[in-house]
């Protein structure tokens, strides 16, 4: 399928733009502010998938946010889809607190993650809804929708097998990843918990494999091919996260 054929789903995760926030207002508005009104329930009956300006860049950022990735880790322009997302339909997903936390992370410095409350208010409500029931959890409906966006061509839609996420997992929570980069963390915990690195920006792609080959790489070997296997797609201590194959196209490339 020629690249052109799937530029647009995700057209906008690596762009160099940088679109403007102030649309948004601040994360810490009232009830009534830059979200509407404050759900009761922080749940909505009809489909995330379905529901209006949500796209694969809307579900690759909140796959980032959710994992704890930085802000910094996915493109301002896909953070703005999931602002304007999260501002709208996505607000009945969701109750008020972790709204607002979703919308800090798209409007805040480079090195801003969710707490880890955040992370796991997002999961219980996501989990509710039964095509993330049905798709196996949060991180694989997010990864299909991602994936998907790709039009059938391939991606850097690799997961690391269990083992090695667990792994890496437990390095990451160790004092040899104390000195690590935030950016670099960032990354690597979408690597850890399941996410796609077609969700990172080329920026964020481009840096982790640049550190994977230097001197301050501190990863054993084994961990650090497996890592470097999941940013290419390719199979290196890891399987395909969907029906992708062939060779590797860098989301940056498309």
Partial sequence: MPVQAIAAPFADLNTGTSPSFSDFGQASGSASGPFGEAPTSGHASGAISSSASFTPSVAGALEACSAGATSGCVNSTAKFALASWISGAGSAFFDYATCSEIKSWCTGASTYAIDSWAQIAMESALIAESSVQAAGGMMAFLNKEIQDGFAGATCACQLMEAGKMEELAGWLAGAG??????????????????????????????????????????????????????????????????????????????
Avoid: T
């Avoid at 915990?189 to 001197?215: P, T």
């Fill in 177 to 254: 990843a104390a000195a690590v980069d935030s950016g670099i963390m960032g990354s690597l915990q979408m690597c850890s918990k399941g996410g796609y690195a077609a969700a990172l920006s080329s920026a964020a792609q481009g840096a982790l494999k640049g550190w994977l080959k230097s001197s301050s790489c501190e990863l054993p070997g084994d961990l650090k091919s497996s890592v470097g296997g999941w940013l290419e797609g390719g199979s290196a201590g890891g399987s395909a996260g969907g029906s992708a194959a062939g060779k590797h196209i860098p989301i940056s490339q498309v």
